[in-house]
Protein backbone atom coordinates (compact mmCIF):
# COMPACT_ATOMS: atom_id res chain seq x y z
CA UNK A 1 0.00 0.00 0.00
CA UNK A 2 3.02 2.30 0.89
CA UNK A 3 4.79 1.44 -2.35
CA UNK A 4 1.29 2.31 -4.67
CA UNK A 5 1.18 5.51 -2.59
CA UNK A 6 4.99 6.18 -3.56
CA UNK A 7 4.56 5.24 -6.87
CA UNK A 8 1.88 7.53 -7.36
CA UNK A 9 3.23 10.52 -5.82
CA UNK A 10 6.56 9.71 -7.94
CA UNK A 11 4.34 9.50 -11.01
CA UNK A 12 2.55 12.63 -10.15
CA UNK A 13 6.26 14.61 -9.66
CA UNK A 14 7.96 13.46 -12.88
CA UNK A 15 4.09 14.17 -14.77
CA UNK A 16 4.58 17.73 -13.43
CA UNK A 17 8.47 18.13 -14.19
CA UNK A 18 7.65 17.31 -17.67
CA UNK A 19 8.68 19.39 -20.39
CA UNK A 20 5.04 20.59 -20.88
CA UNK A 21 4.91 21.61 -17.21
CA UNK A 22 6.71 25.26 -18.03
CA UNK A 23 4.84 25.76 -20.67
CA UNK A 24 1.21 25.35 -19.05
CA UNK A 25 2.26 27.41 -15.94
CA UNK A 26 3.58 30.13 -18.98
CA UNK A 27 -0.02 29.43 -20.69
CA UNK A 28 -2.19 29.71 -17.07
CA UNK A 29 -0.03 33.42 -16.16
CA UNK A 30 -1.37 34.63 -19.44
CA UNK A 31 -4.96 34.05 -18.81
CA UNK A 32 -4.38 35.94 -15.59
CA UNK A 33 -2.75 38.45 -16.96
CA UNK A 34 -5.52 38.49 -19.62
CA UNK A 35 -8.21 38.32 -17.03
CA UNK A 36 -6.39 41.33 -14.91
CA UNK A 37 -6.30 43.52 -18.39
CA UNK A 38 -10.04 43.10 -18.98
CA UNK A 39 -11.42 43.56 -15.69
CA UNK A 40 -8.87 47.05 -16.15
CA UNK A 41 -10.64 47.94 -19.05
CA UNK A 42 -14.45 46.66 -18.03
CA UNK A 43 -13.55 49.33 -15.43
CA UNK A 44 -12.17 52.36 -17.67
CA UNK A 45 -15.23 51.44 -19.53
CA UNK A 46 -17.36 52.23 -16.88
CA UNK A 47 -15.97 55.68 -15.01
CA UNK A 48 -15.86 56.80 -18.94
CA UNK A 49 -19.24 56.72 -18.92
CA UNK A 50 -22.26 57.28 -17.31
CA UNK A 51 -22.96 54.14 -15.39
CA UNK A 52 -25.59 55.49 -12.80
CA UNK A 53 -27.98 56.63 -16.18
CA UNK A 54 -27.93 53.33 -17.80
CA UNK A 55 -28.21 51.25 -14.90
CA UNK A 56 -30.81 53.64 -13.27
CA UNK A 57 -28.43 54.45 -10.34
CA UNK A 58 -27.74 50.96 -9.41
CA UNK A 59 -30.86 51.52 -7.64
CA UNK A 60 -30.19 54.81 -5.97
CA UNK A 61 -32.78 57.62 -6.30
CA UNK A 62 -31.49 60.26 -9.06
CA UNK A 63 -32.59 63.41 -10.03
CA UNK A 64 -31.02 64.76 -6.58
CA UNK A 65 -31.60 68.73 -6.58
CA UNK A 66 -28.53 69.53 -4.04
CA UNK A 67 -24.74 69.39 -4.23
CA UNK A 68 -25.03 67.05 -1.32
CA UNK A 69 -27.06 64.57 -2.96
CA UNK A 70 -24.47 64.65 -5.96
CA UNK A 71 -21.53 63.34 -3.53
CA UNK A 72 -23.87 60.67 -2.22
CA UNK A 73 -24.92 59.74 -5.66
CA UNK A 74 -21.35 59.62 -6.92
CA UNK A 75 -20.25 57.78 -3.67
CA UNK A 76 -22.80 55.43 -4.09
CA UNK A 77 -22.09 54.76 -8.28
CA UNK A 78 -18.17 54.24 -7.60
CA UNK A 79 -19.22 51.51 -4.89
CA UNK A 80 -21.28 49.79 -7.22
CA UNK A 81 -18.61 49.78 -9.66
CA UNK A 82 -15.78 48.90 -7.58
CA UNK A 83 -17.92 45.82 -6.35
CA UNK A 84 -18.59 44.64 -9.59
CA UNK A 85 -15.09 44.92 -10.66
CA UNK A 86 -14.39 42.94 -7.85
CA UNK A 87 -17.05 40.52 -8.70
CA UNK A 88 -15.86 40.14 -12.19
CA UNK A 89 -12.36 39.43 -11.01
CA UNK A 90 -13.11 36.79 -8.28
CA UNK A 91 -15.77 34.92 -10.93
CA UNK A 92 -12.92 34.95 -13.43
CA UNK A 93 -10.59 33.47 -10.93
CA UNK A 94 -13.03 30.73 -9.85
CA UNK A 95 -14.16 29.76 -13.49
CA UNK A 96 -10.90 29.75 -14.79
CA UNK A 97 -9.62 27.43 -11.73
CA UNK A 98 -12.08 25.02 -12.66
CA UNK A 99 -11.30 25.00 -16.36
CA UNK A 100 -7.72 25.17 -15.61
CA UNK A 101 -7.77 22.26 -13.16
CA UNK A 102 -10.33 20.21 -14.28
CA UNK A 103 -9.61 16.52 -14.00
CA UNK A 104 -7.38 14.70 -16.73
CA UNK A 105 -7.21 11.20 -16.55
CA UNK A 106 -6.34 9.43 -13.37
CA UNK A 107 -3.41 11.13 -12.55
CA UNK A 108 -2.93 12.99 -8.76
CA UNK A 109 -2.39 16.18 -9.39
CA UNK A 110 0.72 17.98 -7.56
CA UNK A 111 0.12 18.35 -3.21
CA UNK A 112 0.54 22.14 -2.28
CA UNK A 113 0.45 22.83 1.29
CA UNK A 114 0.41 26.41 0.81
CA UNK A 115 0.57 29.91 -1.29
CA UNK A 116 2.27 32.83 0.20
CA UNK A 117 1.13 35.02 -2.90
CA UNK A 118 -2.08 33.85 -3.28
CA UNK A 119 -2.75 34.04 0.92
CA UNK A 120 -1.58 37.44 0.76
CA UNK A 121 -3.49 38.84 -1.74
CA UNK A 122 -6.86 37.55 -0.31
CA UNK A 123 -5.98 39.27 3.17
CA UNK A 124 -4.45 42.20 2.20
CA UNK A 125 -6.72 43.04 -0.60
CA UNK A 126 -10.24 42.91 0.74
CA UNK A 127 -8.32 44.90 3.83
CA UNK A 128 -7.81 47.65 0.85
CA UNK A 129 -11.01 47.64 -0.82
CA UNK A 130 -12.72 48.30 2.72
CA UNK A 131 -10.31 51.08 3.57
CA UNK A 132 -10.89 52.77 0.89
CA UNK A 133 -14.00 52.60 0.63
CA UNK A 134 -14.41 53.37 4.48
CA UNK A 135 -12.38 56.56 3.79
CA UNK A 136 -14.16 58.31 0.59
CA UNK A 137 -17.74 57.02 2.63
CA UNK A 138 -16.30 59.55 5.44
CA UNK A 139 -15.30 62.33 3.73
CA UNK A 140 -18.47 62.66 1.83
CA UNK A 141 -20.27 61.88 5.36
CA UNK A 142 -17.96 64.36 6.80
CA UNK A 143 -19.15 66.68 4.50
CA UNK A 144 -22.88 65.92 3.90
CA UNK A 145 -23.18 66.52 8.23
CA UNK A 146 -21.26 69.68 7.92
CA UNK A 147 -23.19 72.81 9.43
CA UNK A 148 -22.61 76.60 8.94
CA UNK A 149 -22.53 79.19 11.68
CA UNK A 150 -24.54 81.94 9.21
CA UNK A 151 -27.08 80.08 6.84
CA UNK A 152 -29.07 81.98 4.60
CA UNK A 153 -32.50 80.45 5.44
CA UNK A 154 -33.28 79.30 8.38
CA UNK A 155 -36.73 76.68 8.94
CA UNK A 156 -38.17 75.12 11.65
CA UNK A 157 -39.90 71.78 11.20
CA UNK A 158 -42.63 70.81 13.33
CA UNK A 159 -44.10 67.25 13.00
CA UNK A 160 -46.89 65.96 14.52
CA UNK A 161 -49.55 62.96 14.10
CA UNK A 162 -49.97 63.40 10.87
CA UNK A 163 -49.16 66.81 9.63
CA UNK A 164 -46.48 68.96 9.34
CA UNK A 165 -45.88 73.18 10.10
CA UNK A 166 -43.07 74.42 8.81
CA UNK A 167 -41.75 78.05 10.20
CA UNK A 168 -39.35 80.99 8.84
CA UNK A 169 -37.22 81.68 11.95
CA UNK A 170 -34.55 85.10 12.08
CA UNK A 171 -32.47 82.97 13.41
CA UNK A 172 -30.96 80.00 14.59
CA UNK A 173 -32.42 77.79 17.95
CA UNK A 174 -34.99 78.00 19.89
CA UNK A 175 -34.37 81.32 20.84
CA UNK A 176 -35.05 82.86 17.74
CA UNK A 177 -38.27 84.94 16.36
CA UNK A 178 -40.73 83.38 13.99
CA UNK A 179 -40.96 85.40 10.63
CA UNK A 180 -43.71 83.78 9.34
CA UNK A 181 -45.80 79.93 9.35
CA UNK A 182 -47.11 77.29 7.13
CA UNK A 183 -49.53 75.14 8.93
CA UNK A 184 -50.82 71.57 6.91
CA UNK A 185 -54.34 70.57 7.97
CA UNK A 186 -56.33 67.52 7.24
CA UNK A 187 -57.97 69.45 3.96
CA UNK A 188 -54.66 71.39 3.19
CA UNK A 189 -50.96 70.16 2.10
CA UNK A 190 -48.41 72.57 3.65
CA UNK A 191 -45.96 73.81 1.07
CA UNK A 192 -42.26 74.82 2.23
CA UNK A 193 -41.45 77.16 -0.10
CA UNK A 194 -37.38 77.46 -0.15
CA UNK A 195 -35.16 79.51 -2.60
CA UNK A 196 -32.51 78.38 -4.80
CA UNK A 197 -28.76 79.18 -4.65
CA UNK A 198 -28.93 79.64 -0.72
CA UNK A 199 -27.82 77.60 2.26
CA UNK A 200 -30.56 76.22 4.19
CA UNK A 201 -30.64 75.05 7.85
CA UNK A 202 -33.33 72.57 9.15
CA UNK A 203 -34.19 72.57 12.71
CA UNK A 204 -36.59 69.21 13.49
CA UNK A 205 -38.36 68.49 16.11
CA UNK A 206 -41.58 66.45 16.97
CA UNK A 207 -45.00 66.73 19.02
CA UNK A 208 -45.45 63.09 19.72
CA UNK A 209 -43.63 60.30 18.05
CA UNK A 210 -40.68 60.04 16.28
CA UNK A 211 -41.29 61.21 12.11
CA UNK A 212 -38.74 61.29 9.47
CA UNK A 213 -38.11 64.35 7.20
CA UNK A 214 -37.70 62.74 3.74
CA UNK A 215 -37.57 64.92 0.62
CA UNK A 216 -36.07 62.13 -2.32
CA UNK A 217 -34.83 64.69 -4.37
CA UNK A 218 -32.54 65.97 -1.55
CA UNK A 219 -31.67 62.53 -1.13
CA UNK A 220 -32.43 63.09 2.81
CA UNK A 221 -34.10 61.28 5.47
CA UNK A 222 -33.72 62.28 8.91
CA UNK A 223 -35.90 61.54 11.83
CA UNK A 224 -37.32 64.13 13.88
CA UNK A 225 -37.74 63.05 17.78
CA UNK A 226 -40.10 63.97 20.23
CA UNK A 227 -39.11 65.86 23.32
CA UNK A 228 -35.93 68.36 24.01
CA UNK A 229 -34.05 66.68 20.98
CA UNK A 230 -33.62 69.13 18.27
CA UNK A 231 -32.31 67.32 14.89
CA UNK A 232 -30.03 70.01 12.73
CA UNK A 233 -29.26 69.56 9.03
CA UNK A 234 -28.26 71.80 6.74
CA UNK A 235 -28.18 71.96 2.39
CA UNK A 236 -25.63 74.36 0.87
CA UNK A 237 -27.85 75.12 -1.94
CA UNK A 238 -30.83 74.00 -4.04
CA UNK A 239 -29.90 73.97 -7.68
CA UNK A 240 -32.94 73.29 -9.38
CA UNK A 241 -36.06 75.59 -8.94
CA UNK A 242 -39.95 72.91 -9.05
CA UNK A 243 -42.53 71.39 -7.06
CA UNK A 244 -41.29 68.26 -5.09
CA UNK A 245 -43.37 65.53 -3.05
CA UNK A 246 -42.09 65.01 0.47
CA UNK A 247 -43.16 62.74 2.97
CA UNK A 248 -42.70 61.30 6.13
CA UNK A 249 -40.56 58.52 6.36
CA UNK A 250 -40.83 56.94 9.47
CA UNK A 251 -43.97 54.45 10.55
CA UNK A 252 -45.96 57.14 13.18
CA UNK A 253 -49.83 56.06 13.36
CA UNK A 254 -52.70 55.25 11.49
CA UNK A 255 -52.48 58.04 8.93
CA UNK A 256 -48.71 57.99 8.35
CA UNK A 257 -49.03 57.04 4.69
CA UNK A 258 -50.70 60.20 4.16
CA UNK A 259 -48.41 62.17 6.33
CA UNK A 260 -47.20 64.26 3.29
CA UNK A 261 -45.83 67.94 2.41
CA UNK A 262 -44.67 69.75 -0.90
CA UNK A 263 -40.97 71.51 -1.34
CA UNK A 264 -41.56 74.33 -3.65
CA UNK A 265 -37.73 75.63 -4.60
CA UNK A 266 -38.45 79.25 -6.09
CA UNK A 267 -36.11 82.13 -7.04
CA UNK A 268 -34.91 84.17 -4.26
CA UNK A 269 -36.46 87.47 -5.21
CA UNK A 270 -39.68 85.56 -5.42
CA UNK A 271 -39.22 83.75 -2.13
CA UNK A 272 -38.54 87.13 -0.75
CA UNK A 273 -42.19 88.29 -2.16
CA UNK A 274 -43.61 84.78 -0.49
CA UNK A 275 -42.30 86.03 3.16
CA UNK A 276 -43.11 89.39 2.64
CA UNK A 277 -46.80 88.82 1.54
CA UNK A 278 -46.92 86.04 4.95
CA UNK A 279 -45.92 89.17 6.96
CA UNK A 280 -48.50 90.78 5.67
CA UNK A 281 -51.14 88.16 6.72
CA UNK A 282 -51.61 86.91 3.40
CA UNK A 283 -52.82 82.96 3.69
CA UNK A 284 -50.02 80.54 2.45
CA UNK A 285 -52.09 79.63 -1.04
CA UNK A 286 -52.44 83.86 -1.32
CA UNK A 287 -48.84 84.29 -0.69
CA UNK A 288 -48.20 81.29 -3.55
CA UNK A 289 -50.71 82.93 -6.12
CA UNK A 290 -48.69 86.57 -5.62
CA UNK A 291 -45.52 85.03 -6.51
CA UNK A 292 -47.32 83.04 -9.95
CA UNK A 293 -47.69 79.76 -8.08
CA UNK A 294 -50.25 77.32 -7.59
CA UNK A 295 -51.91 77.90 -4.70
CA UNK A 296 -51.97 73.92 -3.81
CA UNK A 297 -50.02 71.35 -3.51
CA UNK A 298 -49.07 69.54 -7.17
CA UNK A 299 -47.44 66.39 -6.36
CA UNK A 300 -49.87 64.66 -3.88
CA UNK A 301 -53.09 65.30 -2.65
CA UNK A 302 -55.15 65.34 1.05
CA UNK A 303 -56.38 62.16 1.88
CA UNK A 304 -59.82 61.30 2.98
CA UNK A 305 -60.90 61.44 6.38
CA UNK A 306 -64.15 60.52 5.88
CA UNK A 307 -64.98 62.64 9.03
CA UNK A 308 -68.95 63.46 8.52
CA UNK A 309 -71.57 63.14 11.09
CA UNK A 310 -72.76 60.00 9.38
CA UNK A 311 -69.33 58.32 10.71
CA UNK A 312 -70.04 59.79 14.27
CA UNK A 313 -74.25 59.75 14.60
CA UNK A 314 -75.65 57.54 11.85
CA UNK A 315 -79.22 57.82 13.28
CA UNK A 316 -79.35 61.57 13.69
CA UNK A 317 -80.14 60.84 17.41
CA UNK A 318 -78.79 62.93 20.40
CA UNK A 319 -75.43 61.22 21.22
CA UNK A 320 -75.75 59.39 24.39
CA UNK A 321 -79.39 58.54 24.28
CA UNK A 322 -79.46 55.12 22.85
CA UNK A 323 -79.46 52.45 25.66
Not at 30 to 46: D, E, F, K, N
Not at 82 to 103: E, M, N, P, Q, T
Not at 139 to 160: H, Y
Not at 175 to 191: F, M
Request: aromatic share 12%.
Amino acid sequence: MVARSSEVRSSAVRHSASPGAGGHRRRGAGRLAGLGLGGAALLVLLTGCDVGKTFAGFGWPQGGITPESHRMYDLWIASCIAALAVGVFVWGLIFWCVIRYRKRGNALPVQTRYNMPMEFLYTIAPILVVSVLFYYTAIVQTDVDKTSKNPDVTVEVVAFKWNWQFTYRDGQGRDANTVASVLGTSEVIPVLVLPTGKSIRFEEQSRDVVHSFWVPELLFKRDVFPGNVRNVFEVSSLDQEGAYVGRCAELCGTYHAFMNFELRVVSPDKYEQFLAAKKAGKSTQEALQAIGQKPYAETTEPFDTRRDKNNFNPSGETAGTRR
